[in-house]
């Protein structure tokens, strides 16, 4: 399984960026998410969606991040709005297996500038 990861870059806070995870190798996932780290700190969830596209959002996020599945293009996108300085971080696509196994993508940039 393969995760490749998009769509991060440099923002002003308050704008809005779209994160994409295209997945290759497996349509079979019971979750796929999006988790971000920064420097010195653990990575953290972000948000998930699962098979029945039930969704979890970090406390953080919750009313400005949306996150979406498409099991035709086999991607999952994170819609990103008035972003924070806080936000900034290397946001990173999980995907976990039927055995619940997890698969990581490489990472994406993201920067909020105040």
């Known amino acids: 399984v393969q995760l490749q990861a998009s769509g991060g870059g440099l923002v002003q806070a308050g704008g809005s960026l779209r994160l994409s995870c295209l997945a290759s190798?497996?349509?079979?996932?019971?979750?796929m998410g999006w988790y971000r780290q920064t420097p010195g700190k653990e990575r953290e969830l972000v948000a998930t969606i699962a098979s029945d596209d039930s969704t979890n959002y970090a406390d953080s996020v919750k009313g400005r991040f949306a996150i979406s599945r498409d099991y035709t293009r086999n991607t999952v996108d994170l819609q990103m709005s008035s972003l924070k300085v806080e936000d900034t971080a290397v946001y990173y696509c999980?995907?976990?297996?039927?055995?619940?196994?997890?698969?990581w993508g490489q990472g994406t940039l993201v920067t909020v500038s105040s």
């Open positions: 190798g497996s349509r079979i996932f019971v979750e």
């Open positions: 999980n995907a976990k297996s039927l055995t619940l196994r997890p698969f």
